[in-house]
């Protein structure tokens, strides 16, 4: 079987992700792609091209023309909104030969709707802050005393933490809800946020990798300081909550650690922004999907990493001629 060629949709600030897949896999076999020229991950890359916004009508047809022109072999994107769009595009690939690196449609729409992610976590027992998605349900949940303020009103369905915020008043939740359309309401979880890496594997269906960190401080959505722990409470949900769920590859969840209770918040069917911190401790997702490309099972290594290391991110620079800019812009 031939080495995968993987491009990399969407790659936006995640220079450093795009720089463990070249390591892993070789700088010819990895490309980058955007919307935007002044993307920084798309230039840690040879190969690298401009391609329209997801939402345009011609995306997939687009990237269609793109993997066959550039023989690609594999597609993988590192945003929550691309994810669907792929799912429902993956025979369109297959036909000509691409592996799209994504869960099946029904799971990341699981993972996309927050509350649709809660009612399941009820129906399997699965601890879960209480959610409402009418102001009928929560005014009645306040009334019992089901749930307090502060809370937490979020979009039914985002990404990357956008339009979150805790909230402490009846009259500013009602002015949100007039305001927005799609929100919903989240009891506030006060305890520790745990960041969870896991890779499923392709070939097998097993989950071969589990990093946990303590989330310490965030930034823009994403972990800025963590620190990385063991915990078998935290293996043993992780593996009860995908149970069935036919999520596949690299995945990124949330949870909270209230009082000893685990807590799942979201999956994001994706890389986390926080990955780094569990290549840098030995967990190797990169390595994984390119043995899972090739047709080859990965070994469990469930724990298998360094912990009490602490993630500290921090900003770099990259300048760029404006004769490459416009050479990518008239590709």
Known sequence: MKTPHVLMTSVGRRTKL???FVREMGAGQISTADCSPLAPGLYMTERHHLVPKIDAPDYIDHLLEL???????????????????????????AEIGVTVLVSPLDACRLCFDKYAMYAYCVSEGIAHARTYVTLEAFRRALAEGEVAFPVFVKPRNGSASLHVQAVSSLEVVEGLFAVHPNLLIQEYLQGQELGVDVYVDRVTGEVTDIFIKEKLVMRAGETDKSRSVKRDDVFELIEQVLDGTDLTGPLDFDLFDVDGT?????????????????????????????????GQANV??????????????????MLLPASLLERIEKR
């Open 18 to 20: 795009v720089e463990y």
């Open 67 to 93: 993997c066959q022109r550039e023989q690609v072999t594999a597609l993988l994107s590192l945003i929550d909104p691309e994810l669907e769009l792929l799912a429902a595009a993956t025979e369109r690939f």
């Open 262 to 294: 685990l807590y799942l918040s979201e999956i994001n069917p994706r890389f986390g922004g926080g990955y780094p911190h569990a290549f840098e401790c030995g967990v190797n997702f990169p390595r994984a999907i390119r043995n899972n490309l090739l």
């Open 300 to 317: 469990r290594r469930i724990g298998d990493y360094m912990e009490d290391l602490y993630l500290l991110k921090h900003d770099t620079v």
